[in-house]
């Protein structure tokens, strides 16, 4: 096959807040490299999916829920999903099928007016409606916005996956690969090491914490004996938020890393030693210093 017959292109998955973006870009994968829970604004960075198929190779975007910010983070994290418009050769907008457009979806289509890329809409969760709902909401959306393509779809369950990439893969242009074909993501391990403690602690712990925690890996060590140690700090930014995170007697803070840790070894492939510790950072979603120490500039 010739380097003109190939093809690779940035695909960008945008929507708002809890659509499900994460769930498709790992479902795409097959493999989790992004975190995700029931809570919205999981997905804090820009995140590459290196997707290869034979002649192609699609780079998949996950970015943040594009959402009305009020915190330094949240516009952070705003201003990132709408970068990653600018600079892709497919959007991809995600939808749920069980909700109605709303102002939100409005925005974002606004936002869209003027793209160059292609836009194409996917609508997740289908395995929620009704045939006669979906057809309903197929219908109002493209009322609203002349999308190339609308492709139903249900991330958890992985219906109508792979269909949408075999439509994305027609709309990438030609050229060379972008990355080797054996590798998943362009993040390093401790990014994703991170994401991982984080992700735990959002499913394990009150409401009020996980918007405030911010997660660092201050190492990460190969031992002889092929066990990594690695010790991370868990960043809130009140005493009563760490109070919560730690637990009584220690136990929620045990709970976290003990799910953080199973799953850090099926990444790495080995033994881990995790070592978490709390630390109260008073304040650092609205610190530029902080956003920047802790990865989110």
Do not use: C
Request: net charge negative.
């Amino acid at each position: 096959m010739t380097e003109e017959q190939f093809r690779s292109g940035f695909v960008s998955i945008i929507g708002r807040p809890n659509v499900g973006k994460s769930t498709l870009l790992n479902r795409i994968l097959g493999d989790k490299i992004v975190i995700t829970s029931d809570k919205p604004q999981t997905t804090r960075n820009r995140i590459q999916g290196i997707h290869n198929l034979p002649g192609s190779q699609m780079v998949f975007i996950d970015t943040p829920g594009i959402h009305r910010a009020k915190s330094k983070l949240n516009k952070y994290m705003v201003d990132v999903a709408l970068s990653s418009i600018k600079e892709v050769d497919v959007i991809l907008f995600l939808v749920e099928a069980d909700a109605k457009p709303a102002n939100q979806e409005g925005m974002i289509l606004e936002l869209l007016a003027d793209a160059d890329a292609p836009v194409l809409l996917v609508i997740n969760k289908i395995d929620l409606v009704e045939k006669e709902i979906l057809l309903e909401r197929l219908s109002a959306y493209a009322a609203l916005y002349p999308f190339r393509e609308i492709v139903p779809v249900s991330a958890l369950s992985g219906d109508g996956v792979e269909r949408l990439v075999e439509v994305v893969r027609g709309y990438i242009p030609e050229g060379p690969p972008y990355f080797p074909d054996d590798i998943l993501t362009d993040l390093p391990e401790r990014f994703v090491v991170a994401e991982m403690i984080r992700e735990k602690v959002f499913r394990l712990t009150h409401d009020e914490v996980p918007y405030s925690v911010a997660v660092v890996v201050e190492s990460f060590k190969e031992r002889a004996d092929g066990l990594v140690s690695i010790a991370a700090v868990i960043n809130v930014e009140r005493e009563s938020q760490k109070g919560i995170v730690i637990g009584r007697k220690g136990e929620m803070l045990k709970r976290i890393g003990m799910q953080a840790r199973r799953e850090i070894e099926e990444l790495l492939d080995t033994k881990v030693f995790l070592e978490l510790f709390v630390r109260v950072s008073r304040e650092w979603s609205e610190n530029t210093r902080m956003l920047k120490e802790f990865g989110y500039e």
